[in-house]
């Protein structure tokens, strides 16, 4: 590649790639790369990719009309939350993440947008920001996938990397410095990769695992070391430099103990240790490939409740995120250190800080940024939000912020609205969104109880405002919202925040499963809901939708579709998972029946899909083979006719054809396909898109008028198919038709966009053979959910199981069809529907929150059966009133009758009037309790079993309990209470029983074989006393004479046998024992007449003085005096009775008085026993902790003895190996001394040529080798005896090498005869191959030898061992008898056992005795009584608690219970008034009120200076009531005066008006006085009323 500037550069970017393809070297030396032949050429850090050149656009097939720029990337409104790893931050108000096919670069202020497509359409696997920001890395999916490092802010391709994996990239990695990525791939190579990416070089690369793998991270201080985790392992990563040059070594992590735990989170601390998660929460801190210790909080508690997703160093401190929605610090210091404090390895530790984001949160990846100096954090919630965070934990720490929400996991369902630019999406994540997608912005969202699965808006026809929205829900639920403009109602203008909110019309329930399919027909009249419950209900739109009634189908309903405009009938298609597809006509609102909304006489057509795709390919395979053999035919037919211009003759003959592969079976699937998605073509007909193996082709279908046969058992076939190029294993699962400009567009299984051009009305084959083509979503997970267009067709809205929604402009404006108008906006305008007259003024809609709340149709059963129930209550009522009137005539019938005379009643039988009635009632009787005992059968046999197992466990564990009472005393004695050994004892004890019966055994054997020779049987012949002594003598290792195997063998034979035989004569001795036995048995037996002379004699005086045995009732029975009955006779008897009687008793009670003391000794014995077993006890465990090292020692003994053995017997065959050595050495000495004579006497004496064949004798190469031969001789020091006895001529040898004389030992001298000269070639020879053999022999003997000596200082080391290792068995068998020792022995004593006393006197000195008082012992004896009762009374407390603890239980249960029925009002009430749960400990905690504070403390205050006035007060207005009481009663004796003065006027008045009557004038005089008087008096009682106030 040439260093051209960027510019230049980008012009020619397959030449630069061309020059950068990686290499496949799965480790890249750094010496290597110094040679000069294989460096490459540095790529310049100027040079950039052109990004056309890079991205991959849209496809089209080559007679495709309309341009590849069909659809123009607008805007995405989703984020696929649920990736592991999807948020990237390359500058404070820019956030990146994977969406589909694209990068999203997203301003957070202005929400602008900016995408990168990838370069392969399949899809992204991960994205990173570089260390400095300058660059992000994006790894993609697919074959051969790339990773492309664009720069920022430019967006610019900068390099391109290659061959890092197989399939698909996982995760990447930049090291501290940026100068390498590390990246690591999906299955099946699981690749690691670490690279030279700017200058795109592999430096190295090595598999991961066998497994997934998840992650990989570089070290932030050691850039040499790296970590990977994924599936059940975590493995630590080195960049070691060795001889052959740099190499990536792994180690993996062994879990040990720990319970093996997918790994998704780690970080490398900076003195080499790492901490990873687990997937249940707690932290593992690993050094050297082991787990050192468990991190949890206190009490055990897990550090997350869940998988722990990330782990982040950052400036010393260590943070934890969670899949719990919870961020903790951690004290580094405390981690770093931890050790393990018992065997468990679990340390507990509580968190420096924590942060807590919310009940439904979800975190799982955060990254930080520096705004203006300070950090913030930016986190990705799977629950479909991006939180801004401010972890500084102080008093200044920022609230957290949603920054975005988005839906959460796949998209449901998406529809557009008919009047203007808005779209509405719902999902799983219970929530509905508005979105303006001409704006590019969200308006509003709405949440429910469940997540939504369907949704549709209502056409013009249903609502002209277009602002109403059907969502149907995964709880049966369907709800009516309608989006409206809040700044339009009445009284709010100016008032509202948000642009568009949401109001909910109605609800309601028609289905018992997730809705999937809303459709309104075309005329708006009737609205339809389909599920996975197989109904369709139909309702009727008025002002609500008011139900009609509903139909069953024969599979979970897929998709419905009414029947467009330009039919005839208004007819419903319904598409159903299973195959099947059913068409129904719109039902009338008639009036239903009261019982159900069930619609049975609604006409059905269905079709069945039968599989052809098996014959279309049987079919298409026939035609191949028989074009084939037209070809084939063709060409012959030329071939001759060639044959024949050319004037040869040519056998014309057809050959016969060779057998042909059979034709594959016609195969059809078991389960049927599902049916995905599918529109009407014409009345009755319509096309389909399936699913499964009958993929990769479009059916047309027709209903048939055949409806009388069973929808099961049909079998419908399309009449006609469309074969889609591309989609066999990629089926299309959404078709959407644009009308303006003709073209149907189809979601794809891989997430990827088709669109089909439409020249004609009808579709087929060729009509759909071109088409355009581009990847819009994921390729693994965002099958296309849904595909709409806008109401003016301008715009394309795409969503899918990704998460992702994303528009598209429909054609640019140069490329416009001439129907549009040409002139047009630039930016769509949104005109949001207006509010509905008098919403303002309804109530809230009551919504349904219980997922279990019924149907309409199980309401509507359930109010049929209601009344139902109230009319046969009704009845049962009149019935009852019946019977009680006649109940009353029949008592007053009775009454009559007992008022009758006796004679004239009527019996009570007679009143019966059939006793069948009665009889019949009986068993009806006897049949309910039979019944109530079958319902009671399980309870009563879980009783019973109860009862059982208390038995087993309290009084069958014992072996018997007896208690005896005394007759004439209160003494009694019971049984001990002895519980049954158990079985691990007996298992214990069989088990030691065999064991030692199996040693006892062998060492009887062992003594058997050990027996001396000496008790051999004479019969044994000599030879087994000479190999007996031969054994005897192999046994000694220092012997020299060892027998040879085979000898050994024989006598081994031999030895056999003479134990055979004597094992013989020892069974025949026996048998002849016992037959000697029987005879002598036999003769002792008496004869059959044989009679013994002194029975005979007993037999005699018996009868004799047998006396009269006469029956009472006999007739010759005689009744003698001395047996006559009288009364005092019976008297005496009765008496001597009672006497034996009363002996009886009092001995029992005097044994029974014995048993019992003898009792009370053996509790003292028991009481000891049980002491001593304690002692044992203790002694057990201290023993079960040593056995496990006793048991290790106890096997290196056993080891060095086999090894011991073992080295035995291998100097016993290496010293009998050097035996036969040195006798085949000695064999060759001779032979060669023979020769050496043979050769003197064959030159015999004087001969001259003695010298010339002593030479041909010896030559100088045999002396040579004999020299070598000599060399070995010495160094195993056997030369002395071959020294001694050579001949003279070997003293020659010497000479032999410095003669100068050279002759020629092929000719025979003239003068030498000739026999001599060939019989000393023939002797050289022979001495030639003796020297060899004799060489090989002592070679192998020194070996031998050496090998023997080797043994001999292993043996003595093995020795050495045995010793050593019985040394330490002896002190550890010390150690534990010390152990033993130590434990405390309680030893009972009696008093005369502790009583010091010497001759029977007090002794003088009592220094060395432990003195008790009379008082201390009386003290002590009194102390065990009540310790008896203190005991009994604990047993009685402890009763009592455990009874307490019972009622507490049950209490603890109850409040549990209340108080999660509380919690859970307390939430909906919360839910209610706030919208969302609300911790008022945490607004409370971050909520100071300094103002509000000082406010309380000055009413704290006000109102202790209101309380001491108003004390002050109070003590006024009690001096003042006394005061007022005083009055009062003054007050009161004044009105009694008052009152005798009114009495006393009224009297006056009287008497003066009876004297005025009487008199006349004659006391006119008198009557001015009175009057005076009278006035006088009320001018006084006045001024007494005025002083004296009432």
């Known amino acids: 590649m040439e260093e051209e500037p960027a510019e230049d550069a980008q012009e020619d970017p397959s030449g630069a790639e061309g020059n950068l393809d990686e290499q496949d070297n799965s480790e890249v030396s750094s010496e290597s790369q110094k040679r000069p032949e294989e460096v490459k050429k540095k790529i310049p850090e100027t ?62 202020r202005t929400k602008n947008q900016t995408y990168v497509r990838s370069s392969c359409g399949s899809g992204i696997g991960f994205i990173t920001a570089h260390p400095s920001k300058e660059y992000f890395a994006v790894g993609e999916k697919g074959k051969k996938p790339n990773i492309v490092i664009y720069s920022y802010p430019s967006v610019r391709p900068y390099r391109i990397l290659k061959g890092g994996t197989e399939v698909a990239y996982v995760f990447g990695d930049f090291n501290r410095t940026g100068t390498l990525l590390a990246s690591v791939g999906s299955s099946p190579d699981y690749m690691l990769t670490i690279w030279d990416w700017k200058q795109e070089d592999t430096l190295l690369r090595s598999k991961a695992f066998a497994q997934d793998v998840y992650k990989v991270m570089f070290s932030a201080e050691n850039e040499e070391h790296l970590t990977t985790g994924g599936s059940g392992h975590i493995k630590f990563w080195k960049m070691a430099l060795t001889l052959t040059g740099l190499k990536l070594q792994g180690a993996l992590g062994r879990f040990g103990k720990t319970a093996v735990s997918d790994i998704i989170s780690f970080v490398e601390l900076p003195d080499g240790k790492v901490v990873s998660g687990t997937e249940w929460g707690n932290l593992l801190l690993w050094e050297g490939g082991l787990i050192k210790v468990e991190l949890c909080q206190v009490g055990r508690k897990p550090c997350h409740k869940g998988p722990v997703s990330q782990l982040i160093f950052d400036e010393g401190e260590l943070y934890s995120v969670g899949i719990d929605g919870v961020i903790r610090m951690w004290n580094f210091e405390v981690v770093d250190t931890a050790d393990p404090v018992d065997d468990t390895g679990l340390v507990e530790m509580e968190p420096m800080n924590e942060l807590w984001l919310g009940k439904n949160v979800s975190l799982n990846f955060m990254t930080k940024i520096l705004d203006h100096e300070q950090p913030f954090w930016y986190a990705q919630d799977m629950s479909g939000t991006i939180w801004k965070l401010d972890l500084t934990f102080s008093n200044m720490t920022h609230d957290p912020e949603r920054v975005c929400t988005f839906h959460s996991g796949r998209i449901e369902a998406i529809s557009v609205s008919p009047f203007t630019y808005l779209m509405a999406t719902t999902a799983l994540d219970r929530s509905v969104r508005i979105y303006d997608f001409g704006s590019n912005s969200q308006l509003s969202v709405i949440k429910f109880k469940q997540g939504g699965t369907a949704l549709t808006w209502a056409p013009a026809v249903v609502n002209p405002e277009g602002g109403l929205i059907a969502v149907g829900f995964e709880d049966g639920v369907v709800r009516i919202i309608e989006v409206y403009d809040p700044k339009l109602l009445p009284g709010h203008e100016g008032q509202a925040k948000e642009s568009a909110e949401i109001n909910l019309k109605q609800v309601f329930k028609p289905h018992s499963a997730a809705v999937t399919a809303l459709a309104y027909e075309q005329k708006g009249d009737v609205f339809a809901t389909g599920s996975k419950d197989k109904t369709v209900f139909f309702f009727a739109i008025e002002d609500e939708y008011k139900p009609i009634g509903f139909i069953s189908v024969p599979g979970p309903v897929q998709a419905l579709q009414w029947s467009p405009p330009s039919h005839d009938k208004s007819m419903l298609l319904i598409l159903c998972e299973n195959g099947f597809a059913v ?178 009305k009808d579709l087929s084959a060729e009509v759909l053979k071109d088409y355009w083509y581009m990847n819009v979503h994921d390729n693994d997970n965002g099958q296309i959910r849904g595909i709409c267009c806008s109401h003016d067709e301008r715009c394309l809205i795409t969503c899918g199981g990704d998460g992702n929604i994303f528009t598209f402009d429909l054609l640019s404006e140069e490329e416009l069809p001439e129907e549009l108008p040409k002139k047009l906006p630039k930016e769509l305008k949104v005109i949001i529907p207006p509010p509905r007259s008098g919403l303002e003024k309804e109530k809230a809609t009551e919504d349904i929150k219980d997922p279990n709340a019924d149907t309409i149709e199980e309401y509507k059963q359930k109010m049929e059966y209601e009344r139902k129930m109230k009319e046969a209550e009704e009845k049962k009522n009149k019935k009852r009133e019946e019977l009680s009137a006649l109940r009353k005539d029949f008592i007053f019938l009775l009454q009559k009758n007992q008022e009758l005379p006796k004679h004239m009643q009527l019996h009570r039988e007679e009143f019966e009037m059939d006793h069948r009635i009665f009889e019949e009632l009986d068993r009806q009787t006897l049949q309910r309790i039979q019944l109530v005992r079958e319902k009671l059968a399980w309870e009563h046999e879980k009783q019973l079993i109860g009862l059982q197992k208390l038995q087993t466990q309290f009084r069958d564990s014992l072996e018997f309990t007896l208690t005896v009472h005394a007759i004439q005393s209160n003494h009694q004695i019971s049984t001990y209470s002895l519980l049954t050994v158990s079985e691990k004892y007996t298992q214990h004890k069989k088990h030691g029983d065999s064991k030692w019966e199996v040693l006892k055994e062998k060492w009887t054997a062992l003594k058997q074989e050990e027996q001396p020779e000496e008790e051999i049987l004479r019969e044994t012949r000599p030879v087994h006393r000479e190999s007996i002594a031969f054994e005897k003598e192999a046994e000694m290792p220092e012997t020299p004479e060892v027998q040879k195997p085979t000898t050994r063998y024989i006598e081994s034979k031999r030895e056999k046998i003479r134990r055979l035989v004597e094992k013989y004569d020892a069974l025949k001795a026996k048998i002849m024992k016992r037959r000697a036995e029987w005879h002598e048995l036999y003769k002792s037996k008496p004869k059959d007449i044989y009679e013994d002379s002194k029975d005979a004699e007993e037999i005699k005086e018996a009868r004799e003085n047998i006396g009269c045995y006469r029956l009472k009732t006999a007739t010759d029975y005689t009744l003698t005096e001395d047996k006559r009955i009288s009364t005092e006779k019976k008297m005496m008897q009765l008496a001597t009775l009672e006497h034996l009687i009363n002996t009886l008793v009092i001995n029992f009670d005097a044994e029974l008085r014995l048993l019992r003391h003898e009792k009370l000794k053996m509790d003292v014995q028991m009481k000891s026993a049980s002491l001593r077993c304690i002692t044992c006890c203790e002694e057990l465990l201290i023993l079960k902790k040593l056995e496990i090292h006793e048991d290790l020692l106890e096997e290196q003994i056993c080891g060095i003895i086999s090894e011991q053995e073992d080295i035995q017997s291998k100097l016993k065959s290496c010293l009998a190996e050097i035996e036969d050595r040195k006798c085949e050495i000695v064999m060759l000495q001779e032979r ?132 050593t290792a019985n040394k330490e068995l002896e002190a550890f068998q010390w150690e534990k008898l010390h152990r033993l020792n130590e434990l405390y022995v309680v030893v009972p004593l009696r008093l005369h056992q502790v009583q010091c006393l010497v001759d029977g006197e007090m002794p003088r000195d009592f220094s060395q005795t432990l003195v008790f008082t009379n008082q201390s012992l009386q003290y002590l004896q009194k102390r065990i009584v009540d310790l008896r009762n203190e005991k009994r009374m604990q047993r009685e407390i402890h009763k009592k608690a455990r009874e307490q603890h019972k009622q507490l239980l049950q209490d603890k249960k109850e409040m549990e219970m209340e108080i999660q029925q509380l919690e859970e009002r307390c939430n909906h009430l919360m839910m209610e008034k706030f919208g969302r749960l609300v911790d008022f400990e945490a607004v409370q905690a971050h909520s100071v009120n300094i103002p509000m504070e000082k406010m309380k403390v000055r009413i704290m205050e006000k109102e202790y200076e209101h309380f001491v006035e108003l004390k002050e007060w109070e003590e006024r207005i009690v001096g003042l009531q006394h005061q007022l009481t005083t009055l009062t009663r003054e007050n009161t004796s004044k009105l009694h005066q008052l009152n005798r003065f009114c009495h006393e006027k009224h009297q006056l008045e009287t008497e003066l008006e009876s004297l005025t009557t009487g008199q006349g004038g004659e006391f006119e005089g008198t009557k001015s006085s009175d009057i005076k008087e009278t006035a006088r008096l009320k001018s006084r009682l006045m001024n007494v009323s005025k002083k004296w106030p009432f």
């Open 1232 to 1363: 060669e001394k023979a020769l050496y004579a043979s050769f003197e006497a064959s030159l015999g004496e004087n001969n001259e040529f003695a010298d010339f064949l002593t030479n041909i004798f010896k030559t100088e190469v045999e002396c040579v080798e004999k020299e070598k031969v000599a060399r070995e001789a010495d160094e195993e020091n056997e030369n002395e005896e071959e020294g001694d006895e050579k001949p003279d001529l070997k003293t020659d040898e010497k000479k032999c090498g410095s003669e100068d004389a050279v002759f020629d030992d092929s000719l025979c001298p003239e003068g030498c005869s000739e026999d001599l000269f060939l019989n000393t070639i023939q002797l050289r020879q022979q001495r030639i191959s003796i020297e060899k053999a004799l060489a090989e022999e002592k070679k192998v003997a020194a070996d031998l030898k050496k090998e023997y000596n080797a043994l001999a200082i292993k043996a003595k080391e093995v020795e050495t061992s045995l010793d």
């Open 47 to 108: 040079f950039f990719y052109m990004y056309e050149d890079v991205y991959s656009g849209p496809y089209a097939t080559d007679d495709f009309e309309i341009p590849t720029d069909l659809l123009i990337f607008k805007h995405s409104f989703g984020y696929d939350c649920t990736r592991p790893v999807n948020l990237m931050m390359m500058d404070t108000h820019t956030v990146g993440y994977i969406a589909g096919n694209q990068v999203m670069l997203q301003n957070l």
């Open 583 to 760: 068409q129904v006509p719109a039902p009338l609102p008639e009036k239903q029946g009261t019982a159900t909304y069930h619609i049975k006489n609604l006409p059905t057509q269905y079709f069945h899909f039968y599989s052809i795709k098996s014959r279309i390919k049987l079919e298409e395979e026939i035609a191949r083979r028989e074009k084939e053999k037209q070809k084939k035919e063709k060409e012959r037919l030329e071939w001759i006719k060639q044959q024949k211009e050319m004037g040869l003759e040519v056998d014309e003959t057809k050959e016969e054809e060779a057998e042909e592969e059979p034709l594959p079976p016609i195969y059809i699937p078991e389960e049927p396909s599902p049916i995905l998605c599918g529109f009407y073509s014409a009345p009755g007909k319509f096309w389909l898109s399936l699913g499964g193996y009958d993929s990769g082709f479009l059916y047309h279908c027709e209903f048939s008028h055949n409806d009388e046969e069973d929808p099961e058992k049909r079998k419908d076939e399309p009449f006609d198919v469309i074969p889609m190029k591309d989609t066999n294993d990629n089926p299309i699962h959404q078709i959407s038709f644009c009308t303006s400009n003709p073209l149907m567009f189809c979601g794809m299984q891989d997430g990827s966009l088709r669109a089909y051009p439409l020249s004609v």
